[in-house]
Nanobody
Framework: QAQLVESGGGLVQAGGSLRLSCAAS????????MGWFRQAPGKEREFVAA????????YYADSVKGRFTISRDNAKNTVYLQMNSLKLEDTAVYYC?????????????????WGQGTQVTVSS
């Protein structure tokens, strides 16, 4: 059964960095686009970043552009989210997702697989 498992979340001070990982298992996701989303308490889930199957195309939400970097290692079936210059408003549960959408960037409902999420808390 295909599964995505996020890791790397935690507590970090504002201005700090974290790197999230999303490990895929149960199938090869090298032909899938991958995305990161987040959901803060009391808010709707929002898009963070996306990367196409080859890693040749990336797309970011305006709120994280220039601070976050999405990347992937298809040999390891893993996608990453490097988060720098973290702000209090980045606090959320972060989810990775996989899908084979023909649209770019893929809307959230084009993703077929979702992880269980990892908590990121940014403190002052």
């Amino acid at each position: 059964q295909a599964q995505l498992v996020e890791s790397g979340g935690g507590l970090v001070q504002a201005g700090g960095s974290l790197r999230l990982s999303c490990a895929a298992s149960g199938r090869t996701f090298s032909s899938y686009g991958m995305g990161w989303f987040r959901q803060a308490p009391g808010k709707e889930r929002e898009f963070v970043a996306a990367i196409n199957w080859s890693g040749g195309k990336t797309y970011y939400a305006d709120s994280v552009k220039g601070r976050f970097t999405i990347s992937r290692d298809n040999a390891k079936n893993t996608v990453y989210l490097q988060m720098n210059s973290l702000k209090l408003e980045d606090t959320a549960v972060y989810y990775c997702a996989a899908g084979r959408s023909v649209r770019w960037p893929p809307p959230s409902n084009d993703y077929d697989y979702w992880g269980q999420g990892t908590q990121v808390t940014v403190s002052s």
